[in-house]
């Protein structure tokens, strides 16, 4: 026996607008619940809270979903509640507030609409080579060559768009394929994508953690200091303003080692936040609680029975 996270993000049913897009169906979801309740049990709730102030460590897996989609509160909320389960659910509060959609997701939706070769081919149409970090271009062409010999498109696309595209060009051609592929319907998509804030409050109510996940998604190791500060505070303070209450988690965007320092572990403290999850293949010793509670680690659900994409 062992503690484990889990992490989740999309959890729906198919939808014939969007056929390529990759989330977890809701019925592997509940088959995935059905499992770890069989094999792993789930950690109560209470124990969990007291194994971070010392208290023994407690068995079976927490479970966690990112990203603060509506589909969190539309699907995952009323399956946790038919089992009495509980959840840690890491809302970034840019789109809370009702700002734009995060990069990361404009990508999602490209590529969960169109075949990954017809965005490929809109995208090299937009970008031109002063767009490409110069660092990154050696790399570059090496990949441009593999790819052209054995295409991987959806790996070109995300590449191009999330690291070899310099920062200042990124949102500017997201924008162009946007208008391209989806024109006014971003709006809508953009509506029906993440919860709003009374959908936060309902999660909170129903007993469920809310926890920080910053305002807009950054690499937070690629921020200096004062701006890593300003996404955990204001994150925070307006998670806290919602629901109100303390927020005393958060996690890592994108959340490998490479994304966060020393110094991002210091300031979530600084602000209150009392345990972080990473995303780390292992099981959660008594010693991570102990020793770096802000560096937590954390299984993707793909990694156990029915949590992979089906397309
Ligand atoms: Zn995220």
Redesign the pocket.
């Known amino acids: 026996m062992a503690l484990k996270a889990l992490m989740y993000?999309y959890v729906r049913s198919d939808r014939e607008d969007l056929p390529y897009f990759k989330h977890l169906h809701i019925e592997d979801f509940r088959r995935q619940l059905d499992w770890l309740a069989a094999s792993e049990g789930f950690a109560d709730r209470a124990a969990f809270m007291e194994a971070l102030e010392g208290g023994p460590l407690p068995d079976g897996v927490v479970l966690t979903f990112?990203?603060g989609f509506a589909d969190h509160h539309d699907h995952v909320l009323p399956e946790l509640e038919r089992r009495g389960l509980w959840g840690i659910f890491?809302v970034?509060t840019g789109p809370l507030a009702g700002e734009t959609m995060l990069d990361?997701h404009r990508v999602h939706l490209l590529l969960g609409r169109h075949d990954a070769t017809t965005v490929a081919a809109r995208l090299q149409h937009e970008i031109s080579d002063d767009m490409i970090d110069q660092e990154k271009k050696e790399e570059f062409r090496k990949q441009t060559y593999k790819w052209q010999r054995n295409p991987d498109d959806v790996l070109f696309v995300k590449r191009m768009l999330n690291y070899f595209l310099l920062p200042q060009h990124r949102g500017a051609v997201l924008d162009e394929l946007m208008k391209h592929f989806f024109g006014a319907e971003e709006e809508t998509l953009l509506a029906e994508l993440y919860m709003k804030p009374a959908q936060v409050r309902a999660l909170h109510e129903a007993g469920m953690i809310v926890g920080s996940?910053t305002v807009s998604?950054p690499v937070m190791s690629r921020l200096p200091t004062a701006e890593q500060e300003r996404e955990i505070a204001d994150s925070v303070t307006f998670l806290e303003n919602i629901l109100e209450e303390r927020i005393i988690t958060f996690?890592y965007?994108?959340?490998g080692k490479a994304t966060f320092t020393d110094e991002t572990e210091r300031l979530l403290t600084k602000h209150g936040i009392r345990f972080s999850f990473a995303v780390e293949p292992r099981d959660i010793a008594a010693n991570d609680l102990r020793a770096r509670p802000q560096a937590l680690p954390r299984y993707d659900c793909n990694m156990f029975p029915h949590g992979q994409c089906r397309n």
């Open positions: 993000h990112d990203d890491y970034p990361v996940h998604h996690c965007p994108y959340g």
